[in-house]
């Protein structure tokens, strides 16, 4: 089966995010879980092998988010969830 990756930028405003992650950690399907912390908030993210926990000093807004998702990414199947 072919794994994919899931690229997600976030600002934290949602407290579902959280609630997301635990539930794509647990999926058979997903190889990664790149998250793109653009809120300067210092989070301390959930720690899984799974996850890769990209933080950053400013937003660098949805685009570019995207792009250094899908630039870390280990799979050729991606998913954005945004």
């Known amino acids: 089966m072919d794994k994919y990756t899931i690229i997600?930028?976030?600002l934290w405003k949602?407290?579902?995010t959280q609630s997301l992650i635990n539930d794509l950690i647990n999926c058979e399907s997903i190889l990664e879980i790149i998250i793109i912390d653009n809120s300067g908030l210092k989070i301390t993210p959930?720690?899984?092998s799974k996850i890769k926990?990209?933080?950053q000093n400013e937003n660098l807004f949805v685009a570019k988010s995207w792009?250094?998702?899908v630039e870390l990414a280990?799979?050729?199947r991606i998913c954005i969830l945004n």
Do not use: D
């Open 8 to 10: 997600i930028p976030t």
């Open 14 to 16: 949602s407290h579902r």
């Open 46 to 48: 959930v720690i899984h």
């Open 53 to 55: 926990y990209v933080q």
């Open 67 to 69: 792009n250094l998702g």
């Open 74 to 76: 280990q799979s050729e």
